[in-house]
């Protein structure tokens, strides 16, 4: 069964904690995402990976980090510099190969943190 | 990127046609325009997509108007479980691929 598995679903974060939420995918996409979106409010984007070993920033980096050592897996890691990290966190996944226009974007099912 | 403008809701009767309409302005030549919905605490769900011509898929039709500042969704026949968050979005190569979601617009299907 092909997707994009994100875990854990309900995250708890102490102050000054160092979360990691995992993304893993199983459809041989090339490119992952990471958004971020809160209460009522758009997606925007975290961080993004076109390649293994190689990411780059999104809008709202700040506080995050993020990792890409293999295809299949592409983990965030909220930092506790982030200092507003309660929201709902979703991981993407998209296949650079064929017709440049198909930029469709599959979504896992998400993570929501909270913060204690 | 290009923005989007949608209405921020709109109701619509179980079984009739639902047209979400979305204004994009100042798309360019080369700019997709890409629909997605998200239905509650759910991940977003790719619907449908184009350039210029009208698109139709088993999940809705997209109607772009000649001069491309405009595009319609539809829903055909709407079910309740087409209650969702609805994004126009307006993507392309320049802005390596990145999809921009604003607020979208909040379709309640009412029986």
């Known amino acids: 069964d092909g997707g994009i598995t994100q875990s854990p679903k309900y995250l708890f974060r102490k102050e000054g904690q160092n979360v990691t939420l995992s993304c893993e995918q199983n459809?041989?996409?090339?490119?992952m995402y990471w958004y971020r979106q809160d209460p009522g409010q758009g997606l925007r984007l975290i961080y993004y990976?076109?390649?293994?070993?190689?990411?780059q920033k999104g809008d709202i980096a700040e506080g995050y980090s993020v990792s890409r050592e293999k295809k299949e897996s592409f983990p965030l890691t909220v930092t506790s510099a982030q200092k507003n990290p309660t929201a709902f966190y979703l991981c993407?996944?998209?296949?650079?190969?064929?017709?440049?226009?198909?930029?469709?974007?599959?979504f896992g099912a998400g993570t929501r943190l909270s913060v204690l | 990127d290009a923005k989007t403008t949608q209405p921020p809701s709109m109701d619509c009767a179980e079984g009739r046609a639902a047209n979400l309409p979305c204004n994009h302005s100042?798309?360019?030549?080369?700019?997709?325009v890409y629909w997605y919905r998200q239905i509650h605490s759910q991940g977003p769900q790719y619907i449908i997509h184009?350039?210029?011509n009208n698109e139709t898929n088993e999940m809705a039709s997209l109607i772009i108007t000649e001069d491309r500042k405009s595009s319609t969704l539809i829903l055909p026949h709407a079910t309740l479980r087409d209650t969702a968050v609805y994004y126009c979005?307006?993507?392309?190569?320049?802005?390596?691929?990145?999809?921009?979601f604003g607020g979208g617009t909040r379709v309640l299907v009412k029986p």
């Open positions: 993407a996944s998209r296949n650079r190969q064929g017709l440049a226009e198909k930029n469709i974007q599959y």
């Open positions: 459809l041989n996409h090339d490119a």
């Open positions: 990976s076109q390649i293994v070993n190689d990411f």
């Open positions: 100042t798309i360019s030549g080369n700019e997709y």
């Open positions: 184009g350039l210029k």
């Open positions: 979005i307006v993507s392309g190569k320049a802005a390596g691929n990145k999809l921009t």
